[in-house]
């Protein structure tokens, strides 16, 4: 069946930290569940672009996704996602590598460069991280009520 005909499993709703997309059907392991599209363009000029979007494509070409047509901009970083980037002939596909339930929040892994850039600043807020500051804190609290007593 041809994809526009199919009904798509994603929708943009609101996430903890502003919009994300979400899985509206179930998604197999391993479904191309979306492609970053943009403008594509040089490296040496996408570097010249200070925008969260570009996505380098290959040493040469970058892909700056900020359009609002690129539904997939809305996708969120996880350090423990559900999905990954899967580069095929020049284009960019957001792939599950688990299966992926009604509802639940599709996520990748930003890499290095883009984190380092604008997640660690303010500190990451994926459901991995946020949950480990959570069992972090409380290890602490219990170790100030243990050497009170
Ligand atoms: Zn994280």
Same mark, same amino acid.
């Given at each position: ?9 994603? $929708?943009? @709703? ?9 899985? +509206? !059907? ?9 492609? %970053? ?6 490296? *040496?000029? !996408?570097?010249?672009?200070? +925008? ?10 970058? &892909? ?7 539904? *997939? ?10 999905? +990954?980037?899967?580069i095929a002939r020049?284009?960019?596909?957001? $792939?599950? &590598?688990?299966? &992926? ?5 599709? +996520? ?5 460069? %883009?984190?380092? *850039? ?12 946020? !949950? ?6 409380? @290890? !602490? ?9």
């Amino acid at each position: 069946m041809p994809s526009s005909l199919r009904s798509k499993p994603y $929708k943009v @709703a609101r996430s903890k930290t502003g919009l994300g997309l979400f899985a +509206t !059907a179930t998604i197999k392991r391993g479904t191309r569940i979306i492609r %970053y599209v943009g403008r594509k363009m040089k490296n *040496a000029d !996408a570097d010249k672009l200070y +925008t969260k979007y570009v996505f380098e494509l290959n040493s040469r070409y970058s &892909i700056d996704g900020k359009s609002r047509r690129n539904i *997939a901009r809305y996708i969120n970083h996880s350090c423990k996602p559900n999905s +990954t980037i899967d580069i095929a002939r020049g284009k960019i596909f957001i $792939k599950s &590598i688990r299966r &992926i339930e009604p509802g639940t929040e599709i +996520t990748y892994n930003y890499g290095r460069g %883009y984190w380092d *850039a604008f997640i660690k600043p303010k500190g990451c807020k994926c459901d991995s991280c946020v !949950a480990g500051r959570k069992r972090a804190r409380k @290890a !602490a609290a219990r170790r100030r009520v243990r050497s009170k007593g």
